[in-house]
């Protein structure tokens, strides 16, 4: 369970990376357990894709904190009691909207 936001730029990095794990293996059990998986892809797809845009982003430096939501957050808010790494992806926007936790001696 993720509940704070990450020190460093390495932690948020591994956050997406995991986040975007996360969405594969939701999609394999959604395509094992279900004759029709349709449904659940409507969001997962573009799901992943704007979760590897941002990751994209982060890789060739482009990426700035902006206190605005990401894009995902739309289907997370829609359909985020189907997403059981959702907190994950809250995390991931928190520390975009806010930056990283930084400790202050």
Known sequence: MYSIRPKTAEQYVRMVD??????E??????EY???DPG???TY??????????LRAAMADGSYEFANEDLP????VNKHGKALPFSNLLAVINHT???????DEA
């Open 18 to 23: 995991q986040a975007i794990v996360e969405v």
């Open 25 to 30: 293996e939701l999609r394999s059990c959604y």
């Open 33 to 35: 357990d279900m004759e």
């Open 39 to 41: 449904t659940h892809l």
């Open 44 to 53: 997962l797809d573009p799901l992943e894709q704007m979760l590897r845009r």
């Open 72 to 75: 995902f957050m739309d289907l």
């Open 96 to 102: 975009h909207r806010n930056g990283l936790e930084i």
